[in-house]
């Protein structure tokens, strides 16, 4: 698309009755951006990784210069590679004019390492969390947590991938050539202002709903291709969008294998032709090639009568999760280099048992539809609850005592679905209205998709770590809901 027909597109967008904007055609042009690998420094057995937040401008669309900020660079950051049982130590710099904070999504790490709202960086200050790398391979993420600003911070840059790698994983003949074989996908939805510069939270409906972007970028890149030079790739996906939720597929509606969930390798491959991620979700699909054949990622509506679909009033302004988009093209070289067969047999994951819980505890997610809340200038309110509480970081919500297993039980009371996301550890789904989970939702997992009206069991053990006096988060991971309150504390002592 032409850069008149694209700043005509973005005017049309604002004056529409559609309160989200419908996504723009994609003319896929551009190299497929690969992050740069991270692996670190080691001194005296201590590896550390220097990140430093940063202001930027950035070519997205030809022609027109978008101010971001990123890691290192000046949008997104590099991808961190983690070993397991390296003592690490991630140095992060804050060279922005503004606070900052960074949370390893997914990293079991003590809670002053953690990143989320009361590690805060000061502008020029920095902040080193060191702890034990200490759970299973798999694809993980870095972004801003800072209180009430953790949607703005992400949308204009401050995320990154980690691949966290262990024996299992160096030993099982998946692809894992970082870059040629083994590609890290940051899927983000993005609108533009007609300057170029992003188009943040411009109404209430953005703040409902999440905010919904009319553009796809991929590692940053518009517009984006792929060229793959084997004959089979691993996708690493990361939604990390602010709101949106992706059904990624093909559009020759090819099968692939997912073979692993958010916190790593699943039990052997699953065999799909759809993979729903929310924000903040991450799957790893393996997909095969033939020479020169190219085919296209997409995302799909969501699957008539979904769950997950938003329902009554909140639909006419959601038009967001029921289109059908292009995501990556991907174009196979003439000739691919053989890649070996996918194992049969992947990870073995311990299962938790329920009657070993201490504890079920209850939460209701639920939000009003009052319009009084643009901004949330007041104490921290915000029209989005947790058992009809909004985010106070003077509460600690629940003390959880070490070494114990709790079932959380997540009631979903409003009219469109929100990805519950815990810090500390990665979880395992009992249930969903009673019935078993997906052979998806098997494994495990720091984020679930709970859909109006449903109500999910998951069950998690809380070890290594005590702090009484440093909280971890949980809340909603479309991230206009968390910082208008959906979000609360717990501390494990
Ligand atoms: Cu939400």
Known sequence: MSRRNFLKSVGLSTGGLLLSPAMRAV?????LQIPERHEGITTNSRVTYSLRAQKGSTEFIPGLQTPTIGINRSYLGPTLILKRGDDVELD?????????????????????ADGGPAQIIEPGDRWSPRFTVDQSAGTFWYHSHLLHKTGEQVY?????????????????????????????????DRRFKSDGSFDYIRAHSDVMTGLFGDRILVNGTVDAVFRPTTTR?????????????????????????????????????????????APSER??????????????????????????????????MHSGNDERFDLLRIEPAASLQSSPDLPTVLAKIPRLNPSDAAVTRKLTLSMAMGMGMMGRRGSG??????????????????RIKKDTVEIW??????????????????????DRNGKPPEADEHGLKDTVKIGPGETVRFIMRFENYADPDTAYMYHCHILEHEDNGMMGQFTVE
């Open 27 to 31: 003319q896929a042009r551009n190299p």
């Open 92 to 112: 992060v710099h804050n060279a922005l004019s503004e606070k900052t904070t960074l949370h390893w999504h997914g990293l079991h790490v003590p809670a002053k």
């Open 156 to 188: 204009h840059g401050l995320t990154g991938m980690i691949i966290l790698q262990d024996e299992l994983s160096d030993r099982l003949p998946l692809p894992n050539d970082y870059g040629v074989d083994d590609i890290p996908l940051i899927v983000q």
């Open 233 to 277: 790739v691993r996708f690493r996906l990361l939604n990390a969008a602010n709101a949106r939720t992706f059904t990624f597929a093909f559009d020759d509606n090819r099968t692939f294998s997912q073979v692993a969930t958010d916190g790593g390798l699943m039990e052997k491959p699953l065999e799909r032709k759809s993979l729903i991620l």
């Open 283 to 316: 799957a790893e699909i393996v997909v095969e090639f033939n020479a020169s054949e190219p085919c296209t990622l997409i995302s799909l509506p969501l699957p008539a009568g979904s769950q997950f679909a938003t329902r009554g009033m909140m639909a006419r």
């Open 381 to 398: 309110g915000g029209n989005f609850f947790i058992n009809g509480q909004t985010m106070d970081m003077e509460v600690v919500n629940y």
């Open 409 to 430: 039980e997540i009631t979903n009371d409003s009219m469109m679905m929100h990805p519950f996301h815990i810090h500390h550890s990665q979880f395992q789904i009992l």
